[in-house]
């Protein structure tokens, strides 16, 4: 037993703080708290009075910008990451992801935690069906009615037909977008499960959802390749990938019509489904037999890959079941072509958009034909939707050529990948023939540029960036030679 020593001295106790200064260190504490909530409240209340100043197209651009941030601020939380990823890559894959591309610089499945994947979930599923979207329909369901610069946000967003209802419309667009989603996931587990992939549960759900929000994202690093003879997976998703890919508008008239036993198929609806049924079937059978890799393959598999790659560019969901950097140049044309023309309004996908390019041809066989009214299905298309066509196609390629041109400038890949790439990035697609993770810096900055504005939209950014004219202002009528 140890005996104290007598001669060392017992050390001072320390002092306790009095009950005032208890008291005034938390007043103090109370006091600067509340100091902190008015300046929030203050800064919200400046935030809105610039947010509602704003025109649709900055909201709509900025929403997007903002849902960014947050998305990178969460990924870089440590709980998020299994190994350490730099800024420029999670910027990069958040980017991806709010815009549906599903271009990624790094591993999905090895560098981010299961909270890093459902964040990044989180992200192209928002991305899909609007930042705004499920929002209102919670406001809706709880009784509320929207505000109209909520509307007019919506209606950017959501290239719509004049005569839609858009607040039935974004309720009509969450419930299919849920239960499509969910069909999805139960027939991916059930074939994930009976395949032992790990994880099949959670696969199926990513995929599902992927799929849908025509996001390309995969937890296999070689994206659906094991898959490239399993007809039913190929099914599931390329069911998903249109049903989202052909716009709400579709599914909104095909509904109407089984509802009240009526042709309700709009216009709209009919162009959307001819010009994709005609780029899926007629870029089939060019794939197959310009792409030596596929007709190696016994028939129906090499059909069955060839129909999946040109699904997956034109609904530019970025999927694939081969690899893309082999492909002969007569096959990477056809992809390229399908991506630019991309999915239809109102739908999950981007590129050009296939009303778009419906105008623009229709513009021209009209002319073609000495008609002075531009006709496409029998049909007379307005005059403002004609503008608007050519102004989103111009925009779209000469955003396309300044990425391609700076990628020149800032990358050494040869020409054929760097074009492949920013096409592909524009167009919301994910498809890469394996030069994303070799990019520089202000290479992936580029890329994450070309994305947000595929998602944004060429036309919104161009009208975020421009001021309209005002009507005072005067207009000269100059003859222009074309």
């Not at 037909?161 to 974004?170: A, G």
């Not at 790990?198 to 759900?205: E, K, N, T």
């Not at 929000?213 to 249109?242: E, K, M, Q, R």
Request: charged content about 10%.
């Amino acid at each position: 037993m140890a005996v104290r020593d007598p001669r060392v001295a017992d050390s001072p106790s320390e002092p306790k703080p009095s009950a005032a200064t208890a008291r005034g260190v938390r007043a103090f504490l109370i006091r600067l708290w509340r100091l902190k909530m008015i300046f929030l409240r203050k800064l919200f209340r400046r935030w809105m009075r610039v947010w509602l100043n704003l025109r649709p197209p900055q909201q709509l651009v900025l929403g997007f910008a903002s849902y960014m941030v947050i998305g990178v601020l969460l990924l870089t939380l440590p709980f998020a990451q299994k190994v350490p990823c730099g800024l420029i890559d999670n910027l990069f894959n958040v980017s991806s992801a709010i815009s549906t591309t599903g271009l990624t610089t790094i591993s999905v499945a090895d560098s981010y935690t299961f909270f890093g994947q459902f964040v990044i979930l989180a992200l192209f599923q928002l991305g899909g069906v609007g930042y705004m979207t499920i929002s209102s329909v919670i406001i809706q369901a709880r009784g509320n009615s929207l505000s109209q610069s909520r509307m007019n946000v919506l209606g950017a967003g959501f290239a719509v037909p004049h005569y839609f209802v858009l607040n039935r419309f974004i309720v009509h667009v969450v419930v299919f977008t849920f239960f499509t989603e969910l069909i999805g996931a139960l027939l991916l587990w059930w074939r994930f499960a009976s395949l032992h992939v790990p994880d099949a549960l959670w696969s199926a759900v990513f995929h599902s959802v992927s799929a849908f929000a025509t996001a390309g994202f995969s937890l296999n690093n070689d994206s659906l390749a094991p898959f490239v003879n399993d007809w039913f997976v190929n099914a599931v998703i390329a069911v998903l990938c249109y049903l989202g890919a052909i716009g709400f508008i579709v599914v909104q008239d095909v509904w109407y019509s089984i509802k009240f036993r009526q042709h309700l198929i709009t216009f709209t609806s009919q162009s959307i489904l001819f010009l994709t049924a005609l780029i899926f079937i007629v870029g089939t059978i060019i794939f197959y037999f310009v792409e030596p890799s596929v007709r190696e393959m016994p028939f129906g598999e090499g059909v069955m890959a060839a129909a999946f790659q040109v699904m997956t560019a034109s609904s530019t969901a970025g999927f694939n079941t081969i690899p893309i950097g082999p492909l002969s140049r007569a096959a990477l044309l056809i992809i390229m072509v399908a991506m630019l023309i991309g999915a239809s309004p109102s739908g999950t996908g981007g590129g050009i958009k296939t009303t778009t390019v419906t105008a623009l041809f229709a513009n021209v066989t009209s002319s073609l034909r000495g008609r002075t009214q531009v006709v496409w299905l029998n049909r007379e298309i307005p005059l403002v939707r004609l503008h608007s066509a050519f102004a989103a196609a111009t925009i779209y390629l000469v955003l396309l050529v300044v990425g391609v041109l700076s990628l020149c400038i800032t990358e050494r890949h040869d020409f054929l990948p760097i074009v492949f790439e920013a096409s592909s990035a524009i167009g919301t697609v994910g498809l890469s023939m394996g030069i994303t993770a070799d990019l520089s810096i202000l290479g992936k900055l580029m890329i994450t540029f070309l994305m947000f504005a595929g998602r944004c939209g060429p036309l919104s950014l161009g009208l975020a960036l421009l001021r309209p004219v005002s009507e005072q202002e005067e207009i000269r009528g100059d003859d222009l030679a074309v």
